[in-house]
């Protein structure tokens, strides 16, 4: 028996002699990212078709489509965009100054970040959205309440990150500006800022994901002009085609400025990758 044993573990291959295989998933083609959201069209306009989707609930993507090219043509969705555009870069505006003046004093001040950070993050759990009533008593009904709600939007996500980025700056890089005998100007600009710049460039994404949901909910009260003011009328008149694309350009508008900050960010941060 032991001579048995002997011969099969000499017949059987070692473990070293294996070939080890390794498997590798083949990626996978950008273009199939679309299967899931052209199925979901398909049915969705299948479900419109047969009437299991009643057209007075949401109406079909070819009536959208065919809604939007009417809106386009006849001039309408140019002057609504116009209007929500307008609204949003002031809005931003606004909130860009009152953001980076407090983040910075926070960050580089300790005094700075004793009085304006407990404030600040005071507010900032406030829902800002239920702070429409006191908007509407305070501006009234016009543009302004609808840029301030904007504004105070896109200000918080943006005070956070600026104000964590300037404090996470390496102190051993301070340590050796102050060694080299920079000016606090100096260190300002050549250490803290660069730092600081990729969570600001965070926060700005999320500012602006946050300024678009404000315009969105700012121009459902009172609206006579901008997308909110469209989608409101074909409320009305139960044209939830016109309401998909109203909510269509606004999903659009999202995107676009995400990939405006992204391509800023690369273009910004390319030192980053030649380290």
């Known amino acids: 028996m032991p001579v048995l044993a002997a011969d099969r573990t000499h017949d059987a291959p070692s473990v070293a002699a294996i070939p080890t295989r390794k498997f590798r998933r083949r990626p996978l083609s950008g273009a199939w990212r679309w299967l899931s959201p052209v199925a ?36 309408q969705l140019g002057d609504a965009f116009a209007v929500s555009l307008r609204r949003v870069l002031i809005g931003v505006a606004v909130g860009a100054v009152i953001a980076l ?17 407990p404030p600040v ?39 956070l990150n600026v104000y964590a980025g300037i404090r996470d700056t390496d102190p051993q890089l301070l340590e050796a500006t102050a060694v080299l005998g920079f000016t606090r100007w100096e260190r300002l600009a050549h250490v803290v800022l660069p730092a600081a710049l990729p969570q600001a460039l965070v ?13 969105i909910v700012g121009e459902q009260i009172n609206a006579d002009a901008g997308l909110g ?20 350009v606004y999903a659009g508008l999202g995107l676009l400025t995400d990939a405006l900050v992204r391509a800023l960010e690369r273009k910004a941060l390319r030192w980053r990758n030649t380290r």
């Open 40 to 75: 979901l069209l398909l049915v969705w306009q299948v479900a419109s078709g047969t009437g299991i989707l009643p057209e007075d609930k949401l109406a079909s993507p070819a009536k959208v489509l065919a809604a939007g090219l009417d809106l386009a043509t006849s001039g």
């Open 203 to 215: 926060g700005l994404r999320q500012g602006l994901g946050v300024a678009w949901l404000s315009l």
């Open 121 to 159: 993050q005071m507010l900032r759990t406030l829902p800002f959205l239920g702070l429409i009533p006191l908007f509407i008593i305070w501006f009234g009904i016009g543009e302004e309440p609808k840029i301030a709600l904007v504004a105070l939007g896109f200000a918080f996500p943006l005070y």
């Open 229 to 248: 003011y469209l989608i409101n009328n074909a409320r009305d008149f139960l044209r939830t085609d016109q309401v998909v694309v109203g909510l269509v």
């Open 101 to 117: 003046a407090l983040g910075i004093t926070a960050g580089l001040s300790r005094w700075g970040a004793v009085l304006v950070d």
